[in-house]
């Protein structure tokens, strides 16, 4: 085996306000009980639905985080505080707007002891390896983004990092020029032309994941918890045209969209079983922020195919990355108008139903499904039929979801039971005064 370079034990993560853990309240954990080791040689991923605590992993992983549990070891060693053999390449680029590309580069090495000249041969060095010749001299203003990009890797690269890390470094590019970049930093990575001896790259693609990793860790959401290790591909399957990339896509896809399954469950009998972690009980149900519209429009295109569409190509035909589809996907799971099933997503008869009826009766199907299966909703129409003015502040609401969750997340929680109760004529909203009234008492 490898060298482990990096190797988090039992870590967890809870954020409060202030830093602090009110008492007799249930905090929000990000992540938890997190066992993970990065060896020499690897290029591991963390993949993983928005609320899995990726990013926060990668800056734990990092040193720019604490955690609140646990411990992290670089060689053994535990770390307290920024990892200095490590460096990372963020997803807005970070680059100094009034220096030049030269000078961005540069700054990467302001803390090491090295004369001028060191400095600038080895700026000049990672310039060169990037493919920057040529704009040393130029401002970021006048870069592409994927050229910004470049910069952000020659800067992490020209310190000479036995780590490098990627927080989403493609996501802020467009198609092509992802597709290159990416292209470029493997054939950096397999021939030995960078001094890394480990990659960690956090994504959302599950594209980039399985075409560019030795090995996937899947994490779960709300908490993050990871859920399973599956190995990459050998290097010649990793093609998109290549029945193993196909298959592999699928089965992520699979756990990905089974949140509450047991992993070993969902792969292949012949399949050796990787490492897998144990499911997370969940006190509260997590609303997926997504519109109404979007839900419907989701809906009446599987209906359009058939009532049974395949997730992965249905993400590539929208073009949507699963930050963006998997809530679509939660969402209509929730309300039960679609079961996500062995990679693709199913219409109940309900959601056949909510498909092909009219606007008024649309609506009666989503109000109904809404207060069958959405525990906020239930909560706040329970809360509002018990006051005797059929009136409450959204305080009142508030202080019950900062029980489980983040301030801000509370509220993103709140505004999204508002919108859904609004469309299905649940109860009003007066968002000048923060007040909950139900609008006919008596017939609710």
């Known amino acids: 085996m490898s060298e482990v370079l990096l190797e988090t034990r039992n870590v967890k993560k809870i954020y409060d306000k202030d830093g602090k853990r009110p008492r007799g309240v249930l905090s929000p954990v990000v992540l938890d009980d997190i066992n993970l080791q990065i060896a020499a040689g690897e290029f591991v991923t963390l993949l993983g639905p928005s609320g899995s605590g990726k990013s926060t992993l990668l800056r734990i992983l990092a040193g720019l985080l604490r955690p609140t549990e646990g411990e992290v070891l670089f060689k053994g060693v535990p770390q307290h505080g920024p990892n200095p053999h490590l460096?990372?390449?963020?997803?807005?680029?970070?680059?100094f707007p009034w220096l030049t590309v030269l000078q961005n580069v540069e700054i990467g090495m302001e803390a090491l002891e090295l004369t001028r000249t060191q400095r600038l041969k080895k700026a000049l060095a990672a310039i060169d390896t990037i493919g920057l010749d040529g704009f040393e001299d130029a401002y970021p203003k006048e870069l592409s983004g994927g050229m910004r990009q470049r910069v952000g890797f020659a800067r992490a690269l020209v310190v000479e990092p036995e780590m490098l890390f990627m927080d989403e470094p493609f996501s802020a590019l467009d198609v092509l020029t992802a597709a290159n970049l990416r292209k470029e930093?493997?054939?950096?990575?397999?021939s030995h032309g960078m001094p890394t001896r480990a990659i960690v790259m956090v994504t959302h693609n599950i594209d980039d994941a399985v075409q560019m990793a030795d090995r996937i860790v899947v994490l779960g959401a709300n908490p993050g918890i990871i859920r399973v290790e599956l190995p990459g591909l050998p290097l010649e399957q990793r093609t998109a045209t290549s029945e193993g990339h196909t298959n592999l896509v699928d089965l992520i896809y699979r756990i990905m969209t089974s949140p509450h399954e047991d992993v070993a469950n969902l792969l292949p009998t012949h399949a050796p079983k990787p490492k897998t972690g144990e499911l997370a009980a969940r006190?509260?149900?997590v609303l997926p922020h997504v519109g109404i519209g979007d839900v419907t429009g989701l809906i009446e295109l599987v209906h359009a195919r058939g009532g049974r569409e395949d997730l992965y190509q249905l993400g590539r035909q929208l073009q949507l990355e699963i930050d963006d589809l998997f809530p679509l996907v939660d969402a209509a799971d929730?309300?039960?108008?679609?079961?996500?099933a062995e990679g693709d997503l199913v219409l109940t008869e309900q959601g056949k139903r909510f498909a092909e009826a009219g606007v008024l009766e649309e609506k009666q199907i989503f109000r109904d499904q809404a207060l069958a299966r959405v525990s906020l909703i239930q909560r706040i129409m329970r809360d509002l039929r018990a006051d005797p003015e059929h009136t409450l502040p959204e305080e009142h609401f508030l202080k019950l979801l900062k029980e489980h969750f983040s301030e801000d997340e509370a509220w993103a929680q709140l505004e999204t039971a508002i919108n859904w109760g609004r469309y299905a004529e649940l109860f009003a909203y007066q968002e000048e005064q923060g007040v909950f009234r139900l609008e006919e008492p008596e017939a609710s």
């Open 283 to 285: 006190p509260y149900q």
């Open 87 to 95: 460096a990372i390449v963020f997803q807005s680029f970070a680059l």
């Open 185 to 190: 930093l493997l054939g950096l990575w397999r």
């Open 334 to 340: 929730l309300l039960d108008l679609a079961d996500a």
